[in-house]
C-alpha cells in the first residue's frame, strides 16, 4: 500500500506543495465510481477523505488477496453487492516436496586380485564366475552369463535332474518273461548299464551292480517249476526301453575306442567294458548283443538268440536292480563315468514323459532342473555326460546350483557327497592335480572337472581360507592341452587363497 501522508500524519491536499492528482482520495473515488464502485461511495468520500482512504486501502487489498472482483457485477451496482458476490479463494496446499533418496550402503573394496592367475594363457578362451554362497554375491567374473560347453560338469545338472525326477532311492529293472514261442524267455533291458556278466559276489567298477548270474538262477527256477514247459532253447533280446541312435552324432568316436564312452542302450552289461573292474576299458560296437551271449552262457541250452520285444503281459519269470540313484550319482561325479550318467539322463527322459530318444534328454532335464527354481534360459542340454560340444550352460547358472548343492537343498546333499575332493577323492585326486603349490588348496575345493578336445572345465564349492565358502565355474575353451589342468588348478587355489576378498579386476 502506498503511503499517502505528509511527515506530520495529516493527509496531503490540493495547497500543498506534495499535492499529486492522481494520488487525491476524491479522484481515485470518482474513478472507482466509473469502475462500477457505486455512487453511495462517491458521496462518502466527498465528505470525508480520510475515510475513503481507508476504504480505498481495503478495497486495494481485497483485489490484492482476490485477484480481481467477483465477474458479472452490475456496472454502477452498490459496493454492498459486489462484496456479497465476492468468493473466498480456496488456499492451495504447496506440493509435496520429493522424498530424498536413501542413502546406497557402500560396496566393499576388495583387493585380493587373481589377474596373474586368469591371464595364464594355458587356460585359452577364459569363462568365470565365483560367488559368495552365504550372500549370493558374485565377486568375479569373467563372461559368466554367457553359456557354452560344460565338458563332463555337465553330470552335475544329469544328476540334479534325476535326483529331482527320479528321487535317490530308485533303481531300474532288468526282468526276464516268458516268450511268445514255446522253448523262449525274452530279456528285457530297463536301462542297467551297470548290469554285470561277473560271478556274484564279486564287485566290478559299478558297487553294488546286480548279476547275471542271479537272474539266471531266477528263470531257471520259474521255468523248471512249471513240468509243462518245454526245454529252454531260444533267448529274445528286448532292448526298446531306449529308442533312436545308440551314438550321438555329435559324440567323437575316439571316446569308445579311449574306453571312455560306450553305446546308450537300454540292455548291456558292465557298461560295455572288455575288463569289467577297469574304468576306463574298450568298448564293442554292440553291447546288446554282449549282454544277450553273456546270459545265454549262464541260462545253458539256448540254441538261438535274436532280438525282439516281449510279449504283452507275459509271466515274469526273474528281475534284479541296479544300484540306486544316489550310488549312481556318485559313480558318475567321482570318477565321470560317461555310460552312467546316459543311462540317468535317458530315465529322466522317459520319467517325464518327454521321450526315449537323445532327442528328448534337453527337456526332460531341463523339467527335472525346474524343480530347483533357477533360470535355464540358454541352457541346451544334447546329452548327459558333457562330450557333446553342442551343450550349452552359462557358469552363473553353475554358481547359483552349487550354492543350493552346498546348502543341501532337497536330494542335491547327494551330489556335495559325491564330488571330487582336491587331493582326497576322485578324479580331483591324481597326481596331477592340485600339486606343487596348489596343494596348498588340498581338501578345500569340491568340484566336478571336466574335459573335451575343446575344452577343460572344473566347477564347484571352495571352502576359502579366510572361512567363506565359494560357489565357481572355470571354463577354459578353444586351443586347449593337457597342462591347462593346472592352469585351471591355479587359478581356483587364487580364489581360495583370496576368499572373500578376491577383486574383480
Known sequence: MIDETDAAGEPTTPGDSAYDPANDPANRAGAAAKRGLGASVVAFARKNRLALTIVAGVLALALLGTGALAAGAAVNAPVEASAATTSTPTPTAEPAR??????????????????????????????????????GEVLYDRGGTTPARTASVMKVLT???????LGPDHRAATTVVKGAEPGSVVLVGGGDVTLSRTPSGTQTVYPGAAHLDELAAQVRAAWDADPANPPLTKLVLDASYFGGDEWEPSWDLVEREYGYMSNITALQV???????????????????????????????????IERGTAPADAAQLGQVFSPTVA???????????????????????????????????NQGVLQGLAAYGLDTTGITVVDGSGLSDDNAVPPSYLTSLFVKINAREANLGVIMDGLPVSG?????????????????ADGAVSAKTGWIETGYTLSGVVRAQDGATLTFAIYALGDVSD??????????TGFFLCGDNLSNH
Open 98 to 135: 520429493p522424498a530424498p533418496a536413501a542413502a546406497v550402503t557402500p560396496s566393499r573394496i576388495r583387493t585380493c586380485s587373481v589377474a596373474d592367475r586368469a591371464a595364464d594363457g594355458r587356460l585359452a578362451n577364459l569363462q568365470a564366475q565365483v560367488v559368495n554362497a552365504a550372500t
Open 159 to 165: 544328476s540334479a535332474a534325476a535326483l529331482s525326477v
Open 270 to 304: 558292465d557298461g560295455d567294458r572288455d575288463d569289467p573292474f577297469a574304468n576306463t576299458s574298450w568298448r564293442s560296437g554292440d553291447p546288446i548283443g554282449r549282454a544277450g551271449e553273456a546270459f545265454a552262457a549262464e541260462l545253458g541250452g539256448i540254441s538261438v
Open 327 to 361: 550310488q549312481l550319482v556318485d559313480k558318475a561325479l567321482v570318477v565321470s563315468d560317461n555310460t552312467v550318467a546316459e543311462m540317468l539322463a535317458r530315465l529322466v527322459a522317459i520319467e517325464t514323459g518327454a521321450g526315449n530318444t537323445f532327442g528328448a534328454i
Open 424 to 440: 582326497q577323492r576322485g578324479s580331483l585326486s591324481y597326481d596331477d592335480r592340485f600339486a606343487g603349490d596348489n596343494a596348498v
Open 483 to 492: 597342462d591347462t589342468k593346472q592352469a585351471i588348478d591355479t587359478l581356483t
